[in-house]
């Protein structure tokens, strides 16, 4: 009986020593798998934070990348809207430049026009007044020969016809002498001269001669002195 109750005590003590040792282990196995799992949670939460961290830098990382283009686009918009101004008022400059050289160029052909038109003018004016005054010298000059050639003219056709008249007197004188009496005056005598008297009548000169007898009058015409008894 004491050999039973030992036997049994034994086997008591080796069950229970099975079944704390199966707890043991299951506890074992209990707290290995708590701490696989805590790890494994940890690791997928680490894993998570990870990606999230990742996502987050990529998506920084693509937010700072489309804001870097975006703002390297903005400022080649901006640079091309400088230049394209740039060569804009270039443009328009050098157009100005040149319409105003055409400006200038054609108002300094036209100065000079103007003046060459202006300097035509001054000459042609001073020329005409040359001439003017040449021709004008020269009328004057023909207006005294020829006003100068109608004296002598008339002056020596004046004295043709006294000298004629004279001479036609003095011959009618010297042949009526011994009918009536009267003294033969030579024919440069002032007496002579006397007798006779320029007369106009109609703008036709005249001689007329007072004598004893019927007067005889002489008429000039073209030059020649047509006696009339």
Do not use: F
């Amino acid at each position: 009986k004491a050999r039973e109750e030992a036997e049994h005590k034994a086997r008591e003590e080796a069950q229970q020593k099975a079944r704390e040792e199966a707890e043991r282990k299951d506890k074992e196995e209990a707290e290995l798998r708590a701490r696989e799992e805590a790890e494994r949670k940890d690791k997928a939460e680490d894993e998570l934070k990870a990606k999230a961290e990742a996502e987050r830098k990529a998506k920084e990382a693509e937010q700072k990348t489309r804001e870097e283009a975006e703002l390297r686009a903005k400022e080649e918009a901006q640079q091309k809207a400088r230049e394209e101004a740039l060569r804009k008022a270039k443009e328009e400059a050098e157009c100005k430049a040149r319409e105003e050289a055409a400006c200038k160029e054609e108002a300094e052909c036209k100065a000079k026009e103007e003046a060459e038109q202006d300097a035509g003018k001054e000459a042609d004016r001073k020329a005409k007044a040359v001439a003017d005054r040449k021709a004008k010298k020269e009328a004057e000059l023909k207006a005294a020969a020829d006003r100068m050639a109608s004296e002598e003219a008339e002056q020596k056709a004046k004295e043709d016809a006294a000298r004629k008249a004279q001479e036609g007197a003095e011959s009618r004188a010297a042949a009526a002498a011994p009918q009536n009496g009267a003294a033969h005056v030579p024919s440069d005598s002032p007496d002579n001269m006397a007798r006779y008297e320029v007369v106009h009548e109609a703008g036709v000169e005249v001689h007329a001669e007072p004598s004893v007898g019927s007067p005889v009058v002489g008429v000039e015409q073209e030059g020649e002195i047509i006696e009339l008894d």
